[in-house]
C-alpha cells in the first residue's frame, strides 16, 4: 500500500536523525543528516538551529528534511526559505532529501511542496537532489515546481511521488546534463 | 482461604468453546505441568445458564468466538461476516461472564479474570480512560473514558478531530476486535479525506469485514462507513506514526502475566493495521530490540510499559499488550490491551521473563502454580 520508506542510506553515508538522544558532535560528514520535527513535536525553525549549533554545517555533506511540520499540514516553503538563508554555512553539501516521509506519517500526495528551485540555485555543490511528495495538487494550495535551471555538479534528480505536475516534467531537460530523472508512483 | 493451606495443586476450568485451538493449548500446558486436565465449561453452556462449577476450581475465562453458534447467540447475526451489532455483542458477552462470576462465587471456585478488568477491557474508551490515569502512555483520545460524549457519526468525528488538533486518528468500535471496523482516517482542509480500513459497504448497506484493507478517497464513503458504524459506539484516538520495519509499519503484541511481560512478537505491515489475516506478518524481534537501542532508547523501558498497562487490570492474570513504536523505535504508546490476547502458539517466553521455554498458557499455569505456592509458604510460616 505504502511502497516508499525511510532510506537507511543517503548518498552513501548511514542516515542519522535528529533530535536524538546521543551525543552528535564531531564527524559531520561520516553520516546523512536527517532532521524529523514529528518525533519530539518541535518546530521546524528551533530543529534546525539545533542542528546548526550542534553540527558543524561546512562538514555536512548530506541532509534530509523529514516531516516538518509537528501534526498538522503546513507547506515546504518556509524550511527551504531556511535552508536557503544558511547555504554560505553549508560548504561542502552534496546531496540533499526533501520530505523524507512516509505514509504513517502523512498521506505523500497530500504534502504541501513549493517551488525548489532555490535550492538548486543556492547550493551549486549539490550532486544528488531527492524530492517526495507533490502528486496530487488542489487549487490555492502550494504544490511542488521546478523553474528552469542551470546547475554545474547535479547528477541525481530524483521525484518520488503519485504523479507530477506537469510543469516540473516540461522544465526538466534530462539530455542537458549527466542527469537520471525517476518518478516512482506510490 | 482453604486452597492455600491445601497442599493439593490447582485444579483448572476453563470456560471456552470446546474444541476450539486456545482450549486446546491451555489443556496441553496443563498437562505438561502435569496436572489433571482442566473441566471445559463451555459458553454454550453459560449462555444457557447452565454453567456449574465445582469448589476450590481455579477458572480461567478464554475468549467465546469462533463457534458459529454461540457468535450468533451473542452478536444476535446471522451472518458472521458482519460488523455491526457489537454493542449488543458487548452487553451480552459482559452480562455471561458476570454469570460465570457469580456461578464460579456460589460455588467456591475462584476467577482468573475478573468480571469487572473485562468489561474494561472490552470497551476501549474505558480502557484508554483506565491506561491514561494509571499513567500509561496512550495515544490522545477525545472518547477517553465513561464522561466522554457519545460520537454518533461522521460529523462528530470530523469536530473531534477538527477540535483536538487531530488530522490523522483511528477510529475504532468500541466493542470490536482483530481490527474489525477499524478506520484509520487523514484529513487534510475541506473535503480532503483518506481512511484505510477493511470494511466494505454492501449495495444495502451492510458493513461486512473482508481480508482487504482498501483505501476509501470520499468523504461520502467514510461518512458511510462511520455513519453505519456508530450506534455501536465509537472510539478515536490520534493515529501516531508507527515506526518502520524493512518498510513496513511495525508494532508488537507483548503478553504480560502475572505482572511480568513475557512473550513478545514484531508485526509488521504495508497497511496501518497489523493484523495478521489483514496481511501483517512476523517482524524480527532481534531487529527491533537493536533499532530500540540504536535509537538511544531501552527495551527494557518498553516492556516496563506494558507491565504497568498490565498493573492496571491487577485482578487478571494475563493480558496482551499492542504496544506502538513510535516513528524512529523511540518511544511507546499502548494502542490496546486484550483480554484474549495469548493466543500465540509455540512462542516461548522472553530471556530473563521467567517464562523461558514456556508457551503463553504454559507461562500462566506457571503463574498460577507459583500463586498457590505464595500462598501455602505465606500459610505455613
Not at chain 1, 135 to 142: F, H, I, L, Q, W
Not at chain 2, 241 to 252: E, T
Request: contains cysteine; hydrophobic residues 45%.
Amino acid at each position: 500500500m505504502n511502497s516508499v520508506e525511510h532510506p537507511e542510506v543517503f548518498h552513501g553515508l548511514p542516515v542519522l536523525t535528529l533530535p536524538c538522544a546521543e551525543d552528535v558532535g564531531g564527524s559531520a560528514g561520516s553520516v546523512a543528516w536527517r532532521l524529523d520535527c514529528g518525533q519530539e513535536e518541535v518546530p521546524f525553525p528551533d530543529l534546525w538551529r539545533h542542528f546548526l549549533d550542534t553540527v558543524d554545517p561546512a562538514g555536512a555533506r548530506a541532509l534530509l528534511i523529514g516531516p516538518w511540520r509537528e501534526d498538522d499540514y503546513s507547506v515546504l516553503a518556509p524550511v527551504v526559505e531556511l535552508l536557503v538563508s544558511a547555504a554560505d554555512r553549508f560548504t561542502d553539501l552534496r546531496a540533499l532529501f526533501l520530505a523524507d516521509v512516509v505514509g504513517e506519517e502523512c498521506e505523500v500526495s497530500w504534502l504541501a511542496m513549493c517551488d525548489i528551485t532555490p535550492v538548486l540555485e543556492a547550493f551549486p555543490l549539490l550532486e544528488e537532489l531527492t524530492v517526495r511528495g507533490g502528486g496530487e495538487g488542489v487549487p490555492d494550495e502550494a504544490t511542488l515546481e521546478l523553474r528552469p535551471v542551470r546547475h554545474g555538479a547535479l547528477k541525481s534528480l530524483r521525484f518520488e511521488s503519485g504523479g507530477l505536475p506537469g510543469h516540473v516534467a516540461d522544465y526538466w531537460d534530462p539530455e542537458g546534463e549527466e542527469s537520471r530523472y525517476v518518478a516512482v508512483s506510490e | 482461604m482453604s486452597r492455600s493451606v491445601n497442599s493439593a495443586p490447582p485444579r483448572f476450568a476453563v470456560v471456552g468453546n470446546p474444541g476450539n485451538r486456545r482450549v486446546g493449548l491451555f489443556q496441553e500446558a496443563v498437562r505438561a505441568a502435569g496436572l489433571p486436565p482442566a473441566r471445559v465449561v463451555s459458553w454454550l453452556d453459560v449462555l444457557n445458564g447452565a454453567a456449574v462449577f465445582l469448589p476450590g476450581e481455579t477458572v480461567r475465562v478464554d475468549s467465546p468466538g469462533e463457534d458459529a453458534e454461540v457468535e450468533r447467540l451473542l452478536r444476535g447475526v446471522e451472518d458472521p461476516t458482519r460488523v455491526e451489532g457489537s454493542a449488543r455483542w458487548y452487553a451480552r458477552f459482559t452480562s455471561a461472564v458476570r454469570e460465570v462470576a457469580r456461578a464460579a462465587a456460589g460455588s467456591g471456585a475462584v476467577l482468573l479474570d475478573a468480571p469487572g478488568d473485562i468489561a474494561v477491557l472490552f470497551d476501549k474508551r474505558l480502557c484508554h480512560g483506565v491506561l491514561a490515569a494509571a499513567g500509561v502512555p496512550v495515544p490522545a483520545s477525545p472518547t477517553s473514558g465513561p464522561a466522554a460524549p457519545p460520537v454518533r457519526g461522521w460529523a462528530d468525528v470530523r469536530g473531534l478531530m477538527a477540535d483536538g488538533g487531530m488530522p490523522r486518528v483511528f477510529v475504532k468500535p468500541a466493542h470490536g476486535s482483530s481490527a474489525s471496523g477499524v478506520l484509520a482516517v487523514e484529513t487534510a482542509g475541506p473535503g480532503r479525506v483518506r481512511a484505510t480500513t477493511s470494511v466494505e459497504r454492501d449495495g444495502a448497506g451492510r458493513l461486512h469485514n473482508s481480508l482487504r484493507v482498501r483505501r476509501l478517497t470520499t468523504e461520502g464513503e467514510v461518512a458511510a462507513i462511520v455513519d453505519a458504524l456508530a450506534p455501536d459506539g465509537l472510539h478515536l484516538e490520534r493515529w501516531l506514526p508507527k515506526a518502520s520495519q524493512r518498510g513496513r509499519a511495525a508494532d508488537l503484541r507483548v503478553v504480560v502475566v502475572d505482572g511480568r511481560a513475557t512473550h513478545a512478537v514484531v508485526r509488521t505491515s504495508r497497511s496501518p493495521m497489523t493484523n495478521l489475516h489483514l496481511g501483517g506478518a512476523r517482524g524480527d524481534l532481534d531487529e527491533a530490540r537493536a533499532a530500540v537501542t540504536a535509537a538511544g532508547g531501552s527495551w527494557g523501558a518498553a516492556l516496563a510499559v506494558c507491565e504497568r498497562a498490565g498493573d492496571a487490570f491487577p485482578d487478571t492474570l494475563c493480558v496482551g499488550v499492542d504496544l506502538l513504536p513510535s516513528t524512529g523505535w523511540r518511544r511507546f504508546a499502548v494502542g490496546e490491551v486484550n483480554a484474549f490476547g495469548d493466543l500465540l502458539p509455540r512462542l516461548t517466553g522472553l530471556p530473563g521473563s521467567g517464562a523461558e521455554g514456556l508457551d503463553t498458557y504454559a507461562a500462566q499455569v506457571a503463574a498460577v502454580l507459583n500463586r498457590a505456592g505464595n500462598h501455602r509458604v505465606a500459610a505455613s510460616s
